[in-house]
């Protein structure tokens, strides 16, 4: 389909003032024209956008999405008492159908809040190629091991299970993989072999939780002879490929550097690290070494919400209040986390308007009162704006949401009493 968008502020942070006014096509899944003056031709739709903001979709760099499910469930707890208390006995009775409709309620909030591409960790494959096709979304799926196992469980058998099934399942233009390890204290030698056996045979790239608590460095430290989770994966090979690196938070300058010298990327995830009492990452610290910084959500249940503004007012936030330092980490260094940043960290062609990139479009609001005076507009969407001031979302050339109307394959209501009627399930049966 073809469709123009007229009359747009476009976000352009290569520009001083970051943005232009002028005119964006695209193409189906491509991006044919940007610039300042409308182009000839005839478009399936021309959309107004009356003085408003296109700008690429962001990327959520690490999320649980059915954890959509998990909202709420033992808040204000310690991680331990959150996960083994709260989580783990109600994941343990979830089937793939539930999965299927936390996936989809999860990608609701996506599109509501302006997300267009994600990177996947969860169980239960099946409902989530499913809700990922049927609602035609752009993901990175996590390929990742059972982590509690009997010592007969055939790890690379069951990873390259799951390949083929989000490979026979999913569209390979929207939907690519990465194989994925939960974390250092999770996952033991065996399956890291596996893992990296994995993605040496299917070229693909890797993703890890590293450093999200001092209990896990401190453990780290303690069993493995002093190495750090970031040293410790260095050791058995994880950085010799491509590598996304989830939260980062309790990170030495040797850590940053084992990081960098791989030229691994890393996922921040303030709203989990700060609910969860988990810590502040140096995110100034990772600048300095050249490092790649995303941003994710984390899922739900320790969040509690999908909305990368949150995210960007957190990372720009904390950063400065742990330094004391106000002008550390700059609105337009965060937009560039949340869009360009997360394409690259994820191996995806999005996170710009430019002439070639996906087409992953939102287009925000600016006529509200807490987006005006209009005189910073980079300021006012890392600061002011809110999920709710996007108005509409565009996947690879597909309308996802539409002023209040959701294009997923799915009535929104069926999804919200889907959603509620499994969490009553689930907790009768814990």
Not at 313 to 324: D, E, M, N, Q
Request: charged share 20%.
């Amino acid at each position: 389909m073809k469709v123009l968008f007229k009359n747009a502020k476009v976000l352009d942070l290569k520009r001083e003032q970051g943005y232009f006014c002028g005119c964006v096509a695209v193409d189906g899944n491509t991006i044919s024209y940007v610039g300042t003056k409308e182009p000839a031709g005839e478009f399936n739709r021309i959309i107004d956008a009356k003085g408003n903001l296109l700008m690429p979709g962001f990327v959520n760099a690490h999320a649980h999405t059915p954890m959509t499910l998990l909202r709420g469930v033992k808040d204000d707890s310690s991680l331990h008492e959150w996960l083994f208390d709260g989580v783990l006995p109600l994941e343990a009775n979830m089937t793939n159908d539930d999965i299927y409709w936390g996936q989809m309620l999860g990608m609701a909030e996506y599109a509501r809040n302006g997300i267009t591409c994600f990177e996947e960790c969860y169980f239960g494959y099946e409902g989530i190629c499913k809700a990922v096709s049927k609602a035609g979304y752009r993901a990175r799926i996590g390929i990742g091991p059972v982590v509690q196992t009997s010592n007969d469980y055939d790890c690379y058998e069951d990873i390259t299970n799951i390949y083929n099934i989000i490979k026979n399942s999913t569209d390979s233009s929207l939907v690519n993989m990465a194989s994925y390890a939960h974390a250092v204290y999770s996952i033991d030698e065996q399956k890291f072999e596996a893992l990296l056996r994995l993605a040496k045979e299917k070229n693909l790239p890797l993703s890890v939780h590293v450093s999200e608590t001092l209990k896990e460095v401190g453990d780290c430290t303690q069993k493995h002879k002093g190495l750090t989770p970031p040293a410790l994966l260095e050791q058995v090979g994880f950085f010799d490929r491509p590598c996304l690196c989830y939260h980062c938070v309790h990170m030495d300058k040797d850590d940053l550097q084992i990081l960098a010298d791989y030229g691994a990327s890393v996922a921040t995830c303030p709203s989990s690290n700060i609910k969860l009492a988990s810590g502040i990452a140096p995110i100034f610290a990772m600048q300095n070494k050249g490092l790649n910084i995303a941003i994710g959500t984390d899922g739900t249940a320790s969040n509690n919400s999908l909305d990368m503004f949150k995210e960007m007012f957190l990372v720009a936030t904390l950063s400065k209040v742990s330094l004391y330092n106000p002008s550390v980490v700059n609105a337009r260094q965060v937009l560039e986390m949340a869009t360009l940043n997360g394409a690259k960290a994820l191996g995806v062609n999005s996170g710009e308007v430019a002439v070639g990139k996906n087409t992953d479009l939102i287009l925000v609001k600016l006529t509200e009162p807490h987006m005006q005076p209009c005189s910073n507009l980079l300021s006012n969407l890392v600061y002011s704006a809110k999920g709710s001031d996007v108005y509409f979302t565009m996947v690879g050339g597909k309308v996802v949401y539409d002023n209040g109307e959701y294009f997923l394959g799915e009535d929104i209501q069926t999804i919200y009493e889907k959603a509620n009627k499994i969490r009553n399930r689930l907790e009768q049966k814990n």
